[in-house]
């Protein structure tokens, strides 16, 4: 339904975008992809479609799903945008992802990190400061490095383990960090905080 949806709002603007499915997508085509289809267990679909247009796939995000926008992202699209975007900013975000604005340093790629960061941990109700603790945890941080580079003391470092700990519903480091992971904080090598 949304992949009819989609074409049909897209319709409008055939000088611009042309749709096509899948099977007929070439390797430089733009896919869009519902995060939706992460939650009903089509990972394995959306890692095929990112092998076959590595750099290429844009996701749908869902508002009340960020968890599934941070792992699209951290499956491998390059960037997100609303499935609730009207059909003259889809096309201009479109436009603006095929041209390599959303991964280039430019605004709409700042804007674009930025977001993705905000949606991080957004499901559960982490604050941005428990956000950037889970980010650093997920990372490899200990409790003294969270201290010296966040300039807090060890027990307020603490004080925000335990907080992010019950809204996340684990109750050791590993299940925080595979939490992190499964909800697209990045991991060590990758750069940008949460």
Same mark, same amino acid.
């Given at each position: 339904?949304? /992949? @009819? %949806?989609?074409?049909? &709002?897209?319709?409008?603007?055939?000088?611009?975008?042309?749709?096509?499915?899948?099977?007929?997508?070439?390797?430089?085509?733009?896919?869009?992809?519902?995060?939706?289809? &992460?939650?009903?267990?089509?990972?394995?679909?959306?890692?095929?479609?990112?092998?076959?247009?590595?750099?290429?796939?844009? #996701?749908?995000?869902?508002?009340?799903?960020?968890?599934?926008? @941070? =792992?699209?992202?951290?499956?491998?699209? $390059? #960037?997100?945008?609303?499935?609730?975007?009207?059909?003259?900013? &889809?096309? @201009?975000?479109?436009?603006?992802?095929? /041209?390599?604005?959303?991964?280039? %340093?430019?605004?709409?790629?700042?804007?674009?990190? #930025?977001? =993705?960061?905000?949606?991080?941990?957004?499901?559960?109700?982490?604050?941005?400061?428990?956000?950037?603790? &889970?980010?650093?945890?997920?990372? %490899? =941080?200990?409790?003294?490095?969270? #201290? /010296?580079?966040?300039?807090?003391?060890?027990?307020?470092?603490?004080?925000?383990?335990?907080?992010?700990?019950?809204?996340?519903? $684990?109750?050791?480091?590993?299940?925080?960090?595979?939490? %992190?992971?499964?909800?697209?904080?990045?991991?060590?090598?990758?750069?940008?905080?949460?």
């Amino acid at each position: 339904m949304i /992949a @009819a %949806g989609v074409e049909r &709002l897209l319709e409008p603007y055939a000088n611009r975008v042309v749709v096509v499915d899948d099977s007929s997508a070439d390797d430089d085509a733009i896919v869009l992809y519902d995060v939706f289809g &992460l939650y009903v267990g089509k990972e394995e679909d959306f890692e095929r479609v990112v092998k076959k247009h590595p750099d290429r796939v844009l #996701a749908m995000s869902r508002v009340l799903q960020p968890g599934l926008t @941070a =792992r699209a992202l951290d499956l491998g699209a $390059v #960037a997100s945008v609303s499935v609730g975007l009207e059909a003259p900013d &889809l096309v @201009a975000a479109i436009e603006a992802f095929a /041209a390599g604005h959303l991964q280039d %340093g430019s605004q709409a790629d700042l804007d674009n990190q #930025a977001d =993705r960061r905000r949606q991080l941990g957004r499901d559960v109700d982490l604050t941005p400061r428990e956000q950037e603790v &889970l980010g650093l945890i997920v990372r %490899g =941080r200990s409790n003294e490095e969270l #201290a /010296a580079e966040l300039y807090l003391s060890i027990n307020t470092v603490k004080t925000l383990i335990r907080s992010i700990y019950r809204k996340i519903d $684990v109750t050791s480091r590993a299940q925080a960090v595979a939490w %992190g992971v499964e909800h697209g904080f990045p991991t060590g090598a990758e750069s940008a905080g949460p």
